[in-house]
């Protein structure tokens, strides 16, 4: 038996855009299913809204997204939390702060940290947080 957690992203109506960002990014294959796909007909929710939105990339990260209802805003995509990614694969975990970090604020640089490890954190263009922590090797 297996146990997941994985960030659930809501947005007002940019979720197919952010899910299509974070997938250039981090690769992986990206699955949308809209709201019209399940039948709705608008105007509330959209038919082109975004219902559930699935990325999974094949060294694990599993994220999800989907629109809220526009008639109940919900403001930043992130309030109070930010996404954590980690490893060893020090130039992998560079080329994703840099691409994550493209239209955004970086807030901490992605450089060698007093701990050992080099971490950078930034908002994206889309308002999340994200941590970004390359593991120092063992000597």
């Known amino acids: 038996m297996t146990v997941q957690l994985n960030p659930y992203l809501h ?3 940019s979720a197919r855009e952010a899910m ?3 997938r250039s990014v981090l690769g992986g294959e990206l699955q949308i ?3 019209g796909d399940m039948g709705a007909e608008g105007p509330v929710p959209p038919p ?4 559930h939105a699935y990325l999974e990339t094949a060294d694990g990260v599993a994220l999800m997204a989907s629109d809220g209802d526009p008639e109940r805003p919900i403001g930043s995509a992130a309030a109070g939390v930010s996404i954590s990614i980690s490893g060893d694969d020090e130039d992998r975990l560079a080329a994703m702060f840099t691409g994550l970090g493209e ?3 970086v807030d901490v ?3 060698k940290q007093m701990w050992g490890d080099l971490f950078g954190q930034l908002t994206d263009r889309f308002g ?3 941590l970004v922590n390359a593991t ?3 000597t």
């Open 136 to 138: 120092a090797p063992q």
């Open 33 to 35: 299913m809209t709201f």
């Open 128 to 130: 999340v947080r994200w």
């Open 48 to 51: 082109e809204g975004v219902m």
């Open 103 to 105: 239209g955004g604020t």
């Open 20 to 22: 299509e960002f974070y």
């Open 11 to 13: 947005f007002d109506s």
């Open 109 to 111: 640089p992605f450089e």
